[in-house]
């Protein structure tokens, strides 16, 4: 499985758009790029995935670009809510197994 | 109603005791899983099974043993308890994978197990 490289940490405002990136050099081409949330003393909650260009739904938007190396989750105007860790994870499509390798996660913390 | 639920939310317990946590979902997925999550918040799976077979068995000490009696419950029980064993445990159940396909998991809320 192809391993992910995010930042540790990052620091917004509320009302900004905040972007984090994620480099998966490795990725094959069954994989796909899949993002998930995990608020403090909580399970991991899905946001999105994607295979290539763009994704967006009422969370988030995941951006692609072709060579499918990084992709960058976008989330528009965060609120305090949103602080909590974000995980990259490179899945693969063949797996039979659903296997998730976690990395360490970007820790969002929304300020006021 | 509560998608992947476990209990207990908090168990606090002596070494070398023996414990039990169980895990059910109401999702109808087929797959179910056990996640530990360290004090540094690395998440690292343990064990899968789907429709009660076990299909990932990580490097995990065979004090750990996952029961999963339906395809709806998978319970992990824990033997002669260390202090290293103190951390997070994650249930998450999601349909079954099939090749070409990526099924998101649903995680329950944890539970602490503290090994003192």
């Known amino acids: 499985l192809a391993k992910t490289t995010q930042p540790i940490s990052m620091d917004s405002y509320e009302g900004q758009e905040v972007n984090i990136t994620c480099s998966h050099n490795?990725?094959?081409?069954?994989?796909?790029i899949t993002w998930y949330q995990q608020f403090p003393s909580q399970g991991p909650r899905f946001i999105i995935q994607?295979?290539?260009t763009k994704v967006t739904n009422e969370v988030a938007s995941l951006f692609i670009p072709a060579d499918r190396k990084s992709s960058t989750l976008s989330l528009p105007r965060v609120s305090l809510s949103d602080t909590a860790v974000y995980y990259c994870l490179v899945v693969t499509g063949s797996s039979n197994t659903g296997k998730l390798i976690f990395g360490q996660g970007t820790t969002l913390q929304v300020k006021p | 109603d509560t998608a992947v639920s476990q209990t207990p939310k908090y168990l606090v317990t002596q070494m070398g005791n023996d414990k039990s946590i169980k895990c059910e979902q109401n999702?109808?997925?087929?797959?179910m899983y056990w996640y530990k999550q360290d004090s540094k918040k690395f998440l690292k799976i343990m064990f899968s099974y789907n429709n009660k077979e076990l299909i990932i068995n990580e490097t995990v000490p065979n004090r750990f043993s996952p029961k999963s009696p339906d395809k709806a419950h998978l319970n992990l029980h824990i033997n002669s308890l260390e202090l290293g064993d103190s951390a997070v445990y994650f249930c998450a159940s999601s349909q079954a994978h099939r090749g070409g396909s990526y099924n998101e998991q649903f995680f329950g809320p944890g539970t602490r197990l503290t090994v003192l």
């Open positions: 994607g295979y290539k």
């Open positions: 999702l109808g997925h087929d797959t």
């Open positions: 490795n990725i094959a081409t069954n994989d796909y």
